[in-house]
């Protein structure tokens, strides 16, 4: 009962962070919500940002309105670099950024309600990870990266021109990893959503398995699921 008792604490914790919540307040917080990514090992490239009710590149129609990365060469660009870092934010201090995933780390994607769930039993499985919401939507859980494994067979990536960026065409979990990126709090959408940490990028990387296993059967609990259990990209 104590145990259940400061696990449920925890999580309204979590679930209620406070002054990190959302956009912060100055581009000082900011700057330091984006370097504790850094010092985590995310590789960060600039994305587009809300310009009104719009997207800042100005595409008709931009399928992914503040959610893509500004270049086509955002793989390349995508670093840890602080000082480069800071000339992205002084030249736009709107900007949203971008992780690229599968190098060090990977990023499962479900809806927020199984995420709500699944982060309940990752806690009394006493499993850490960092994870981030998209308002109230979308949960992301940050976690180690399958990397390139030895045998290609086991490997997949994530292919982002064959696949919608929209998660509202698959209800269920898609796995971030190579060829993929995620938003990276703090972020802002058009429509007054924030991306913000629900637990911040200082916790360790779990194993994605790990994570896959109880996320599958929150998503199936909550009826989040596509023809596929989970997408890849």
Known sequence: MVASSRWTAWLRRDRNPGPTAGRPATPQARL????????????????????????????????APARHPVSFAWQSQATTDTEQLNRWLSRDPQANFISAT????????????????????????????????VGEDRYLFFTATRGTPEDEDEFWSSELDSHPDSPTEHPGLRWHCRGSYTLLPPAALPDGTEVRWVRGPEHPLPDPLRVLDVLTDACTEVGAVAEEQWLIG
Do not use: I, M, Q, T
């Not at 990514?37 to 310009?51: D, E």
């Open 32 to 63: 330091e919500e984006l370097l504790s990514s850094v010092r985590a090992g995310f590789p960060l490239a600039p994305a587009a940002h809300p310009a009104g009710h719009r997207c800042s590149c100005d595409r008709v129609g931009c399928p």
């Open 102 to 133: 599968g190098r060090a780390h990977d990023v499962l994607d479900v809806p927020a309600e199984a995420g709500r769930l699944a982060l309940e039993r990752l806690a009394e499985l006493g499993v850490e990870v960092p994870v981030a919401a």
